[in-house]
């Protein structure tokens, strides 16, 4: 049943030599350039004309190497009977060194790509419904009108009234894209909405948003971050405002009692007076909450001051010794607190009450600030 031509005899044809009567032998087959017949011994015979330049075959046409054969002896096989041709090497178009069972060195247009077993993915790089391009991921559910689709596309966004970006997944009876089949839309101004056709901002989510995994964080423009949400509890014990200090930044430390720069409009310094009128406030050592003035431009030189709350600070007894519920003023040790006692130089100086206690020396209580 086997149909061989040489490439010899194909050129003449192509070539139109008509005119001479030369013989192509091969096996057991003859080829006429002028007309002849292909025949073997079961009778099954193959006509050809070089009017038309036609083969004309039941069978099909085979090409083989007479160096080595291949595929049951045959190279390339162009079967008549169902149009279709085989080869055991590879395909090219627009290039002589395909490295692929097919390559094309050019554009191709397809109405699709199909998975060669139906009951597995297919990937079709087509058109949707609505003319638009897309790349479509299906898996055939084995009911001809039911798809589990996944795709890729443009589509028209009917809400905004453009051609947006599309990705989706869903099952249905064909692998058309709307507004409600994509799970993230890309709309030309280059906002992504999740379960929302209509962005209003870089990324807007319309439903829950979940971080997890070690040191995962939101990070604000300004650098800071937020790994835990805000349930009205704080992580620490007191409201401090961010604010700029007089000197170096390292000469400060957590505890310092700071009071009003009366050089430097805006600043605060270690307190360096017993009973300083300008008192405002304690270097908070892990505040809940800080806020900060919105009129100042931020600086380096920033820290935060507690002014409501709980908070570590730094004391002396060079007023006596301390004990909780005395009033807190500053001293004349530097950044340093001690205990009230002269009620004439109390009003507007007394920063606290002391919650623990200090017999002697130096030390760091807490105290609740309560500025009076």
């Not at 031509?5 to 192509?24: D, E, F, H, I």
């Not at 297919?122 to 609505?130: C, E, P, Y």
């Not at 800071?224 to 000469?251: F, H, L, M």
């Amino acid at each position: 049943m086997k149909r061989l031509l040489v490439v010899g005899a194909a050129l003449a044809m192509s070539l139109g030599y008509a005119q001479a009567q030369t013989t192509y032998n091969a096996d057991s087959y003859n080829l006429s350039s002028s007309g002849g017949n292909f025949t073997n011994g079961n009778g099954d015979s193959a006509s050809f004309t070089t009017v038309n330049s036609e083969i004309n075959s039941w069978w099909g046409l085979g090409i083989k190497s007479s160096c080595c054969n291949s595929y049951s002896g045959y190279g390339i096989v162009f079967d008549a009977r169902t149009g279709s041709m085989f080869t055991q090497g590879n395909i090219g178009v627009g290039t002589a060194t395909p490295i692929e069972k097919l390559e094309v060195n050019g554009n191709v247009k397809a109405g699709g790509l199909i998975a060669s077993d139906p009951n597995y993915p297919a990937i079709r790089a087509s058109l949707n419904g609505s003319s638009l391009p897309s790349l479509n991921f299906t898996r055939w559910t084995g009911t001809a009108s039911i798809q589990h689709n996944a795709f890729v596309g443009q589509f028209i966004n009917s809400s905004l009234g453009e051609y947006d970006l599309g990705i989706g997944t869903g099952v249905s009876s064909s692998g058309n894209q709307s507004a409600t089949s994509n799970a993230i839309i890309v709309t030309l101004a280059g906002n992504v909405g999740i379960g929302t056709p209509v962005p209003a901002a870089n990324l807007d989510v319309q439903g829950n948003i979940k971080l997890s995994g070690g040191g995962a964080h939101l990070v604000f423009p300004d650098g800071s971050t937020q790994s835990v949400p805000w349930n009205g509890t704080t992580c620490g014990g007191d409201y401090a405002e961010s604010v700029d200090i007089v000197g170096d930044r390292k000469s400060y430390e957590p505890g310092d009692v700071l009071v009003i720069d009366a050089k430097i409009e805006g600043s605060f310094v270690k307190s360096t007076e017993p009973y300083s009128t300008a008192v405002m406030g304690i270097y908070s050592t892990k505040p809940g909450l800080t806020g900060r003035r919105q009129l100042t431009a931020k600086s380096e030189e920033e820290i935060p001051m507690a002014m409501i709350g709980i908070v570590p600070t730094k004391v002396t007894t060079e007023n006596g010794p301390i004990k909780p519920g005395d009033l807190l003023v500053t001293s004349s040790t530097p950044g340093y607190a001690m205990k009230g006692t002269d009620k004439s130089k109390m009003m507007g100086a007394v920063i606290g009450k002391a919650m623990g206690h200090l017999d002697s020396g130096k030390g760091v209580i807490e105290a609740g600030v309560t500025l009076q």
